[in-house]
């Protein structure tokens, strides 16, 4: 049974969502197309299954990082000193990363920390 087509699916094959999940792949065959279309076909959604896989691999370890406690200090000691703890946080993760990896600030005192090929034992381990 077909559980499952997204927009891409729709647009290799013709056949929308609804019209193919709950069906028998066999529903493809519409006589329309010959083996060698349908075997490309399969080739192409089986790569795509496993390319989209493998980056949800690669962005499995992915972390967010958040300064507590933040608005006090701001409060406390004015935006600028607070800017400059931001700035501090910042240097200190790309110090602490590898060049493959990426730190983007995300909202006021939140980070997130992209680790391509990182494995969970080696994300711990830092």
Known sequence: MVEFANKGFEIITGYTPTEVIGRKPSVLKSG????????????????????????????????????????????????????????????????ETRKTDKCIRWGGEEFIVLLPFCGLARVRAR
Do not use: C, M
């Open 32 to 95: 329309k197309n010959d083996d060698v279309f349908y075997r490309d076909l399969w080739r192409h959604l089986t790569d795509q299954v496993f390319e989209e896989l493998k980056l949800r691999e690669q962005a499995s370890h992915d972390s967010l990082a958040d300064i507590d406690d933040f608005k006090p200090v701001n409060d406390r000691f004015g935006h600028q000193r607070g800017d400059d703890i931001i700035k501090t946080v910042a240097n200190i993760l790309l110090a």
